[in-house]
């Protein structure tokens, strides 16, 4: 089994930015690709960003640019570098983890919120 937990979501202006963590514990050696996705008041849930176990990566048109994914093995932590934020960027923010022979887990989400 692997554990997720993010953290570094908050408050921000727009223009501002934020860098979410996604921790890693468990069977990490298992683990092969790694995403962010998230979901907004009623809408669908969204996904935003790819990283695989040899660091290529793939981003939703919407953020491409803007958010930068990545990882650090020493730490079992991938980061979600978030720049110009905007409103409609409010959400909460999940990662997930696909694990060899396992399946997909999910972290709980952190609250991003971009206002004025």
């Known amino acids: 089994q692997v554990q997720l937990v993010e953290s570094g979501g908050g408050l921000v202006e727009p223009g501002g930015s934020l860098r979410l963590s996604c921790a890693a514990s468990g069977s990490i050696f298992n683990i092969d690709a790694m995403y962010w996705d998230r979901q907004a008041p009623g809408k669908q849930r969204e996904w935003l960003a790819t990283i695989t176990q040899r660091n290529r990566t793939t981003y939703t048109n919407s953020v491409k640019g803007r958010f930068t994914i990545s990882r650090d093995n020493a730490k079992n932590t991938v980061y979600l570098q978030m720049n110009s934020l905007k409103p409609e960027d409010t959400a909460v923010y999940y990662c997930?983890?696909?694990?060899?022979?396992?399946?997909?887990?999910w972290g709980q989400g952190t609250q991003v919120t971009v206002s004025a």
């Open positions: 997930y983890a696909d694990v060899r022979y396992d399946g997909r887990y």
